[in-house]
């Protein structure tokens, strides 16, 4: 997923008041793991929910405690956690390492690990064998790989190995190279005849849901009825049926621009600054340590 790059006058808003009922997946009341077969029965329900990225274990124990149904150890840990230009330097360890940190933070969310690039494009037995390591060593529910018809191989061997898997069509981050930026996917009959055609390719392929980014919301909402299984919205309408977004984006931690779909719910760079200089200043003045912070 794309990570963004300013800062919008978006104010926060209300918080929705949960789903009732014990099935929900954000507001329910059941504390096991959120299973693919609890995203299948929303998508049924027509219950639309949330997924955010995390990236380690304490953000992703918050995230958890708030009710947010669907984890993503995303590879754009790339942009706004390792310091990366982009995803594609994300390595199969980085991943690993970072998505066993978040299941270890958390108790209710289903966790999805990322195939960062080079973990899966030489086909299906690289892609069984890197999201095999997900599953046994992280700890992983599930895991999320990049193309339609292009990678339909790939997750049909692992939906038959056992292994969910989440597909990303539209806007796929890892071919920035090969796009020369990040532009809106879908647009002009052509195009969209080609997405509508990797959506369907992927849930025939057995995947659990599928992930559309930066798709015009008319295409998202056409293929969000032509599918069976949940679509995850970033940059694609509001007719999707969940919606994802990037945490540090999502919450004000980053920096400079930032695309127009992403509306922040908080102003966590600046807060986090000023605590910082708050700091610096107590020091350097003396005012901390206090005697209350003291031992004798």
């Not at 984006?249 to 807060?271: C, H, I, N, W």
């Amino acid at each position: 997923m794309t990570h963004a790059l300013k800062t919008p006058d978006s104010s926060p808003s209300p918080t929705a008041a949960p789903k009732a009922g014990t099935k929900a997946l954000y507001g329910g009341t059941s504390s096991r793991r959120i299973t693919v077969r609890d995203i299948a029965a929303a998508k049924e329900r027509g219950e639309k929910w949330p997924m955010l990225t995390a990236y380690d274990a304490m953000t992703a124990s918050v995230f958890d405690e708030a009710g947010i149904p669907v984890l993503l150890v995303g590879d754009s840990m790339g942009n706004c956690h390792l310091g990366y230009e982009s995803t594609v330097p994300v390595t199969m360890d980085e991943v690993l390492l970072l998505s066993a940190a978040v299941v270890r933070g958390t108790k209710r969310a289903l966790i999805v690990g990322d195939l960062p690039f080079g973990s899966y494009q030489e086909g299906s037995v690289q892609a069984l064998r890197s999201a095999t390591r997900l599953v046994k060593e992280a700890g992983v529910g599930a895991v999320k790989l990049e193309g339609g018809e292009r990678s339909a191989h790939q997750i049909e061997l692992l939906v038959r190995s056992g292994i969910p898997v989440m597909a990303h069509v539209g806007l796929t981050p890892q071919s920035v190279n090969a796009y020369g930026g990040y532009p809106v996917q879908g647009r002009g009959e052509e195009a969209a005849q080609q997405l509508l055609r990797d959506a369907k390719a992927v849930q025939d392929a057995g995947a659990f849901a599928v992930v559309l980014e930066l798709v015009p919301a008319e295409l998202a909402a056409e293929v969000t009825r032509m599918l069976h299984i949940p679509t995850v919205g970033i940059g694609a309408g509001v007719e999707c049926d969940a919606q994802v977004l990037v945490w540090t984006d999502m919450a004000g931690m980053t920096a400079g621009r930032m695309p127009r779909f992403v509306k922040q719910y908080a102003r966590l760079r600046e807060s986090l600054g000023d605590a910082a200089k708050a700091f610096a200043e107590d020091v350097v003045g003396g005012a901390y340590p206090a005697e209350e912070h003291s031992f004798h």
